[in-house]
């Protein structure tokens, strides 16, 4: 996966943004555990970020970013346990949502 070059990735707010070398988006995890495998073979340093809705820039750099964006999926909530498994790119307010469907 080659990534995408001039991406101009800001935040919500629009007072950081960047254009890194390579921007990754996966859209599952096999894709991401290819991208990172690939990234540690290389040397590579890839900067993680979500929906992009930190205040400051810390999830910005100009060098490598994946984003977890696309890893949105609810994967089990367990009634039993009160616990639910989730991607790195869900939002919370989706998480939230389908908790209330379950009454937690």
Do not use: C
Request: glycine share 8%.
């Amino acid at each position: 996966n080659a990534g995408v070059k001039d991406e101009t990735v800001s935040n919500w707010s629009g007072t950081h943004q960047v254009t890194p070398n390579k921007f990754y988006a996966p859209d599952n995890e096999a894709e991401l555990e290819a991208l990172l495998a690939e990234a540690h073979v290389g040397g590579a340093k890839l900067r993680p970020v979500g929906q992009a809705l930190s205040p400051n820039g810390l999830s910005m750099s100009n060098k490598g970013m994946i984003s977890v964006a696309n890893l949105d999926r609810i994967k089990a909530i367990d009634m039993t346990a009160k616990t639910v498994t989730v991607e790195a790119g869900v939002r919370v307010s989706e998480v939230l949502k389908e908790l209330d469907r379950f009454g937690l």
